[in-house]
């Protein structure tokens, strides 16, 4: 099992940024990709960036490139979520995810709230 906390979340103006943050517990040297999710009401999750734990190669929306970064700790154990120049289309609650051989695993979700 693996457990996931995030923090970071909050208020900003347009143009602001962000960090987000994710740590990962339990047995975390099960891991092999951490990402970031987001879901606005009445809409689907969508994934935001995702990178790999031994690689760390990263992917990304094309709605976030070139304004957010996903990063990782050398444990591989906390995943963060640079985001600059938000937009209020970027409010949201935002998913910490890992995954390991044949399981996935989720957060409780932090809310980011962009005002225009």
């Known amino acids: 099992q693996v457990q996931l906390v995030e923090s970071g979340g909050g208020l900003v103006q347009a143009g602001g940024s962000l960090r987000l943050s994710c740590a990962g517990s339990?047995?975390?040297?099960?891991?092999?990709?951490m990402g970031w999710y987001r879901q606005v009401p009445g809409n689907q999750r969508e994934l935001v960036a995702t990178?790999?734990?031994?690689?760390?190669?990263?992917n990304y929306a094309d709605s976030v490139k070139g304004r957010f970064t996903i990063s990782r700790d050398n444990a591989g154990n906390t995943v963060y979520l640079q985001m600059n120049s938000l937009k209020p289309e970027d409010t949201a609650v935002y998913y910490c995810k890992a995954w390991t051989w044949g399981r996935s695993f989720w957060g409780q979700g932090t809310q980011v709230t962009v005002s225009s």
């Open positions: 339990g047995s975390t040297s099960s891991i092999n990709m």
């Open positions: 990178i790999t734990v031994g690689g760390g190669s990263t």
